[in-house]
């Protein structure tokens, strides 16, 4: 059964009164890059809850529900314990959100590397528990088969090439990739390979400007890039890192907010106003009808 319906908006808490907008679909994301040549930016963002993908929908193309979620929602040290059971729920969480843009969820780490069949299974269940519209899979050339077959049989899927969190034990850590020849040839190899195994969009992540833009010229799919280079046919963020909701982030997030300090701040206010007896006061409190 669909965990997804759309949210009672007049009777919810969460009251955004959704504009009727219709939502982008994947073939309209793909035509945005014809010919080599892409017209305005796509802006994906990261979403993990209806509440968030209520206040990013109307501003992007495409939300993500990134395995990031791992550690920003789990605080898990890295991708690889994501299971799909998360990815399915939250994907939901941010179907039942939006109205607007394509939702994209993450297969995670161990759930489509062992073979097409295994991968169209784990897509199958992320797409029929969620209503989200396309995966992502990470990894180039290696993946290429398995997005055929996906992309074959009515799953649009995106890459994923460069840095590759899943990948963090054997790239050793996160740096940025494509500094050396040979790492920049295997990067555009990679993209080349996933665009003409019928990836609709590839995100290129962590890798040196000239390679990124190198990747962008030699494919027809957009690329959707994150520390790779504005010339990129779309970027993405983590939503919590360019609000400013964590300390430390990788060199490539612009923090647009400082949400932490708003969120401390606002929260110090309450405690002092608790511990005060001043909340809640006659406004905040039921009193018997006389
Ligand atoms: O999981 C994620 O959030 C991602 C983006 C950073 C591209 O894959």
């Known amino acids: 059964m669909s965990t997804t319906f759309q949210l009672d908006t007049s009777t919810s808490r969460a009251n955004p009164t959704p504009q009727p907008m219709k939502r982008l679909t994947v073939p309209k994301i793909r035509a945005r890059k014809t010919d080599g040549q892409s017209g305005e930016p796509l802006v994906m963002l990261t979403a993990y809850t209806a509440r968030q993908a209520q206040l990013l929908d109307e501003h992007c193309d495409l939300l993500l529900v990134g395995d990031s979620l791992g550690q920003v929602i789990y605080g898990l040290p890295s991708t690889i314990p994501v299971t ?101 040839e295997k990067i555009v190899g990679d993209a080349k390979a996933l665009d003409e195994a019928g990836a609709f969009a590839v995100v290129v992540e962590g890798v040196v400007e000239p390679i990124a833009i190198e990747v962008t010229n030699a494919i027809s799919c957009p690329t959707i890039g994150i520390g790779a280079s504005a010339k990129c046919d779309g970027q993405v963020l983590v939503t919590e890192d360019m609000l400013g909701m964590f300390e430390r982030v990788p060199r490539f997030v612009k923090r647009y907010e400082n949400i932490a300090k708003t969120i401390s701040q606002t929260v110090a206010r309450y405690a002092d106003e608790v511990r005060s007896r001043s909340f809640p006061s006659s406004d905040q409190t039921y009193q018997p009808k006389s």
Do not use: C, W
């Not at 394509?102 to 097409?116: I, Q, R, T, W």
């Not at 990894?139 to 963090?168: D, K, N, Y």
């Open 84 to 184: 799909l059971d998360m990815m399915a729920n939250h994907a939901a969480a941010v179907v039942r959100g939006s109205y607007h843009a394509v939702v994209v969820v993450d297969m995670p780490f161990g759930s489509y590397e062992a073979s097409k069949e295994q991968a169209f299974e784990s897509a199958a269940r992320l797409l029929k528990e969620s209503n989200a519209a396309a995966v992502k899979l990470e990894g180039g050339e290696a993946m290429a088969e398995t997005v055929a077959f996906l992309s074959g049989r009515g799953i649009p899927v995106m890459g994923h090439v460069g840095l590759t969190p899943q990948a963090v034990n054997s790239l050793g850590g996160y740096g940025a990739r494509g500094r050396s020849d040979a790492e920049a």
